[in-house]
């Protein structure tokens, strides 16, 4: 006597699909991983890329700095030539023309509520000093800044020999300034740091 054919899958059949099916999912999912991860690196390079830019235009500005010859005109205030904190400088610049106009400008760095910004304006020896943001034009370099800190080398009036200060205030520039620059980008802080020699 015949048996009956069986409906449905033996143990072996089953065990195998199962098997391919778990192959084809883990391929999935690591496909998707992958995927994430180098999207993930590549928001971070951007990220890191946009905080590296805006520390490169701060010491390209820096390096233009000038060290004017200070005014003699009768009743002419004291000249600044570098004006220099933790948090900012105002400095007189020797400007290439192109979106700028050429010859002399003040310019002031800092921060600006959460952006990194950058204030110019032509340089004209009797306002150079009390000179406002509100009359110069603002450039943004960087949004949602976590941190912008400066520091200054270089053998000031006050001191014997040349030493890093969080402050500068003097007649003669300071060689090199070390600036640091923090983001907030992709839920944390990304940091530039550099240091530009300044003209001399």
């Not at 084809?24 to 830019?53: N, Y």
């Amino acid at each position: 006597m015949k048996r009956p054919a069986a409906n449905g899958f033996t143990l072996l059949e089953l065990l195998l699909a199962v098997s391919l099916m778990a192959l084809i999912v883990g391929s999935i999912m690591g496909g998707i991983g992958l995927g994430r991860r180098a999207w993930e690196t590549s928001h971070a390079s951007e990220a890191l890329d946009e905080v590296e830019t805006a520390a490169r235009g701060v010491a390209r500005l820096l390096a233009h700095s000038f060290a004017a010859a200070p005014d003699t005109r009768m009743g002419a205030p004291t000249q600044m030539v570098f004006q220099g904190s933790r948090e900012g400088c105002r400095f007189i610049a020797l400007s290439e023309g192109g979106a700028q106009w050429g010859g002399l400008l003040v310019v002031e760095i800092g921060g600006d509520g959460t952006d990194l910004a950058v204030w110019t304006r032509v340089y004209r020896p009797l306002e150079a000093v009390e000179l406002k943001r509100n009359g110069m034009q603002k450039t943004v370099l960087l949004k949602d800044l976590a941190s912008f800190e400066l520091a200054f080398f270089g053998l000031s009036q006050e001191a014997n020999s040349p030493g890093w200060s969080p402050n500068w205030n003097d007649a003669n520039l300071p060689r090199l300034v070390s600036i640091r620059i923090g983001a907030y980008r992709l839920g944390r802080v990304i940091e530039a740091v550099t240091t530009v020699a300044l003209p001399q």
